[in-house]
Nanobody
């Protein structure tokens, strides 16, 4: 079992930056993919960014060039650097870990954007 705890959400002005963190309770060893999802009110949860065990990355078209996913294996933490944040980025952001055939989710962190 792996617990994921997100942090770093909050209120940000449009055009500003925010960095989300996701700390895992166990080592990333054996993970297949770590990703950040988001869900806005009335919308489906969508994959925003992901990183795999072979260091490939994925970004949704809507965040390419603005968001960056990274991880610190020594700290068992994955980050989402959000730059040039837009009102449409407002959502609850969730961390997800696929590891050894199981999928784990954090509790989510709210990102609110003021225009």
């Amino acid at each position: 079992q792996v617990q994921l705890v997100e942090s770093g959400g909050g209120l940000v002005q449009a055009g500003g930056s925010l960095r989300l963190s996701c700390a895992a309770s166990r080592s990333f060893f054996g993970f297949n993919r770590m990703g950040w999802y988001r869900q806005a009110p009335g919308k489906q949860r969508e994959l925003v960014a992901a990183t795999t065990s072979v260091n490939s990355t994925y970004y949704a078209d809507s965040v390419k060039g603005r968001f960056t996913i990274s991880r610190d294996n020594a700290k068992n933490t994955v980050y989402l650097q959000m730059n040039s944040v837009q009102p449409e980025d407002a959502a609850v952001y969730y961390c997800n870990l696929d590891r050894l055939g199981a999928s784990y989710w954090g509790q989510g962190t709210q990102v609110t954007v003021s225009s």
